[in-house]
């Protein structure tokens, strides 16, 4: 899904570890799989559009909540 966003080449094709960056434009967001959480102190806009790629993408893929 990223790599339909943001292009083939903003988004690495191996990775390994809990870490993932997006780069578009010399604009890089960096990801934290464990805690989702997008880090681009470059710019702010950037920042939120892929928070909210990531958030969508995890809602989509993670199974719902049951509270028992």
Same mark, same amino acid.
């Given at each position: 899904?990223?790599?339909?966003?943001?292009? $083939?080449?903003?988004? +690495?094709?191996?990775?390994?570890?809990?870490?993932?960056?997006? =780069?578009?434009?010399? *604009?890089?967001?960096?990801?934290?799989?464990?805690?989702? $959480?997008?880090?681009? +102190?470059?710019?702010?806009?950037?920042?939120?559009?892929?928070? =909210?790629?990531?958030? *969508?993408?995890?809602?989509?893929?993670?199974?719902?909540?049951?509270?028992?």
């Amino acid at each position: 899904m990223l790599q339909d966003m943001f292009g $083939e080449d903003s988004v +690495p094709k191996i990775f390994k570890g809990e870490k993932l960056y997006v =780069t578009v434009n010399d *604009k890089r967001a960096d990801i934290n799989l464990t805690n989702l $959480e997008v880090k681009c +102190p470059n710019d702010e806009t950037f920042q939120q559009i892929v928070q =909210t790629a990531v958030t *969508k993408l995890y809602q989509c893929l993670a199974p719902p909540q049951v509270e028992t």
